[in-house]
Antibody
Framework: QVQLQESGPGLVKPSETLSLTCTVSGGSISSYYWSWIRRPPGKGLEWIGHVYNSGSTNYAPSLKSRVTISLDSSKNQFSLRLSSVTAADTAVYYC????????WGQGTTVTVSS | SYVLTQPPSVSVAPGKTARITCGGDNIGSKSVHWFQQKPGQAPVVVIYYDSDRPSGIPARFSGSNSGGTATLTITRVDAGDEADYFCQVWDNGYDHVVFGGGTKLTVL
């Protein structure tokens, strides 16, 4: 069955760019929407944005100026870049498949601190 | 932008029925998905497209969406159902996904 796995640095300095990759195994990335979601400590789930198999993207309005999500079909991966991070971006970051989010990665903790 | 409203907490005795609501403007015109998240684990979809149940999810979990409110119903609740529950929709007016604030289900 399809599995997702997030990867990337667990610690990012303030003002720098957070970069994460989600690797899709057991299925092709060439269909569906592919999302990034996060959960800050003590708060609820927050949708960051998604990329469709065509490469088109949609982003959360509150993050749109800082977010880029891209797709690499040759590697069956999609990626998140979040620029100018602050402590408020500290969270567990998840990747998920499709609008119904029927498959999730296990999540990766990212801490923003100097 | 679109807002989904959930009660922060719901408490229920073991063996009883829990109902978690999700309110939003004209929510009946949207497809609602429900997620269960236990501490230290990734979310799991328990109901999608208002009332469909993914394979592996017990029949005790059901969903409805009418009258301005979407509802997740869990019958014969047990301690293993304690978790945070989130509703979610695709707001096609603004082309983005929206989550409700989440409901903490406590089994007494």
């Amino acid at each position: 069955q399809v599995q997702l796995q997030e990867s990337g640095p667990g610690l990012v300095k303030p003002s720098e760019t957070l970069s994460l990759t989600c690797t899709v195994s057991g299925g092709s990335i060439s269909s569906y929407y592919w999302s990034w979601i996060r959960r800050p400590p003590g708060k609820g789930l927050e949708w960051i944005g998604h990329v469709y198999n065509s490469g088109s993207t949609n982003y959360a309005p509150s993050l749109k100026s800082r977010v880029t999500i891209s797709l690499d079909s040759s590697k069956n991966q999609f990626s998140l870049r979040l620029s100018s991070v602050t402590a408020a971006d500290t969270a567990v970051y998840y990747c998920a498949r499709d609008l119904s989010m029927d498959v999730w990665g296990q999540g990766t903790t990212v801490t923003v601190s100097s | 932008s679109y807002v989904l409203t959930q009660p922060p907490s719901v408490s229920v005795a073991p063996g009883k029925t829990a109902r978690i609501t999700c309110g939003g403007d004209n929510i009946g015109s949207k497809s609602v998905h429900w997620f269960q998240q236990k501490p230290g684990q990734a979310p799991v979809v328990v109901i999608y497209y208002d009332s469909d149940r993914p394979s592996g999810i017990p029949a005790r979990f059901s969903g409805s969406n009418s009258g301005g409110t979407a509802t997740l119903t869990i019958t014969r609740v047990d301690a293993g159902d304690e978790a945070d529950y989130f509703c979610q929709v695709w707001d096609n007016g603004y082309d983005h996904v929206v989550f409700g604030g989440g409901t903490k289900l406590t089994v007494l």
